[in-house]
């Protein structure tokens, strides 16, 4: 049974950083690609990040570009994302996922495996 386990999540200040991951078990994820994304309250959910299976590539949201990084460590089967400069308008639930091809895609339908997400929650 695949299971992915967020964790990291919390309350910050703005201006703050925060790190989440994302632990994989049930099979290997080395060279699906990966990705997170985040649901605010009354909003959809939205493409944050993704890493491609080899990790090489990495695609990040508008909204977070220069202030999110998104990275893998496959012998660990985990995904991490390292947020910094935390703003109000980042205060969601976070999700990671995984597909089942190696390139990166950024709609939630194209992805096979979620999280039950970790909440983000970012005071100003």
């Known amino acids: 049974q695949v299971q992915l386990v967020e964790s990291g999540g919390g309350l910050v200040q703005a201006g703050g950083s925060l790190r989440l991951s994302c632990a994989a078990s049930?099979?290997?994820?080395?060279?699906?690609?990966m990705g997170w994304f985040r649901q605010a309250p009354g909003k959809e959910r939205e493409f944050v990040a993704g890493?491609?299976?080899?990790?090489?590539?990495?695609s990040y949201a508008d909204s977070v570009k220069g202030r999110f990084t998104i990275s893998r460590d496959d012998a660990k089967n985990t995904m991490y994302l390292q947020m910094n400069s935390l703003k109000p308008e980042d205060t969601a639930i976070y999700y990671c996922?995984?597909?089942?091809?190696?390139?990166?895609?950024?709609?939630?339908?194209?992805?096979?495996?979620w999280g039950q997400g970790t909440q983000v929650t970012v005071s100003s």
């Open positions: 049930g099979r290997i994820f080395r060279g699906y690609a």
């Open positions: 996922a995984v597909n089942d091809i190696n390139y990166i895609t950024t709609t939630v339908a194209s992805y096979d495996y």
């Open positions: 890493i491609s299976g080899s990790g090489r590539s990495q």
